[in-house]
């Protein structure tokens, strides 16, 4: 841009182009959007201001014809702005309503973080939601939730632990509430529970485990997709699952779960047995205390949804 305003500085400087010169500004003085401009700031401005900012004006118009036909200004996405500066008219580069849009789309997405979650979560939204009588009782909690959160997302909300079998729609219904969070604002964190626990064992190695624990324990919303779905080791019960749901109840920040399991067979079947077969009801029960404080209990039926 520099160089198109050096240009036309040298033009003016330059006599026998002056006709060139004038007929070319004639165009950009007659302009709708440069003689609005120039009449609503007229009282800001110098009064040699369209000779003085005869290049910005020039500018302005140029890039802007440049965008009608299909091109792009310096930078893909922005378009001229006329602006008031010191008196004088400048342009400013502003992002254009795609731009915008897409910013916004992506603003969004970064609110739902996702460890180990398949791409299709993305699309997943509550007014998709069938309403299947089945399935009915968890939607309505699912947007209860929603409503009471936002109203006051200080306060603590129990979150919904949803029980059910293969393909009915937990993970769904999960990833349709985070967006719906998202869009109003609010960042939530889904983690495929079962990866996630092979995530922190290789961590060890690399000494990464705090920093992974720390992300997970204060996300304002999380979600633990399929708790159970594989055996736990004793230190991804107590150190991981434990620490992160300890602090989680604490602090009062809502936590769902999705399980294959009820919670009280998540309980006698999952967690009271460790990898090395170890039966550790106590610990279980504890874990089980956490649980249901943080969430209750939704029972999900229906068909196996998947695409077979
Ligand atoms: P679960 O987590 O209970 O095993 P999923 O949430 O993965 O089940 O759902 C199984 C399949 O059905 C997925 O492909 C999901 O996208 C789809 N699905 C579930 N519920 C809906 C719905 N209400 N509308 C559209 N697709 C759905
Ligand atoms: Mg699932």
Redesign the pocket.
């Given at each position: 841009m520099e160089d198109l305003s050096k240009t036309m500085q040298q033009l003016m400087n330059q006599r026998h182009l002056n006709d060139n010169y004038r007929q070319l500004m004639a165009k950009v003085y007659d302009d709708p959007a440069v003689t609005a401009f120039y009449q609503a700031h007229r009282d800001e401005l110098a009064d040699d201001v369209l000779t003085r900012s005869a290049a910005k004006l020039y500018e302005f118009v140029s890039e802007r014809e440049k965008l009608a036909n299909g091109g792009t200004t310096f930078a893909t996405g922005y378009e001229p702005q006329l602006i008031v500066s010191n008196h004088l008219i400048d342009v400013a580069y502003v992002p254009t309503k795609e731009t915008q849009e897409k910013q916004a789309q992506q603003q969004l997405r970064q609110r739902v973080k996702s460890i180990a979650m398949?791409k299709?979560?993305r699309?997943?939204?509550l007014k998709?939601?069938?309403q299947?009588p089945d399935?009915a009782e968890a939607l309505m909690a699912a947007l209860d939730f929603v409503d009471a959160y936002e109203a006051s997302p200080k306060r603590r909300h129990q979150a919904l632990y949803?029980a059910?079998?293969?393909?009915?729609?937990?993970?769904?219904?999960?990833?349709?509430v985070a967006n719906q969070l998202a869009a109003d604002g609010f960042s939530t964190t889904l983690v495929h529970f079962p990866s996630f626990a092979v995530e922190m064992k290789n961590a060890i190695a690399q000494n990464g485990v705090a920093g992974k624990l720390a992300a997970l324990k204060k996300s304002p919303v999380l979600m633990i997709?399929?708790i159970g779905a594989d055996a736990m080791s004793a230190w991804v019960r107590d150190d991981v699952l434990g620490v992160i749901l300890e602090y989680r109840m604490q602090e009062e920040l809502p936590t769902f779960f999705?399980s294959?399991f009820s919670m009280e067979q998540l309980e006698k079947e999952h967690l009271r047995i460790s990898t090395r077969g170890d039966d550790e009801p106590l610990k279980a029960q504890r874990l089980m205390q956490r649980i249901r404080f943080l969430a209750r209990e939704i029972t999900?039926v229906g068909v196996?949804?998947?695409?077979q």
């Open positions: 398949p299709s979560i699309e997943a939204d998709n939601f069938d299947d399935r949803l059910g079998s293969f393909g009915v729609g937990k993970t769904y219904l999960l990833a349709a997709d399929d999705s294959n999900m196996n949804r998947r695409p």
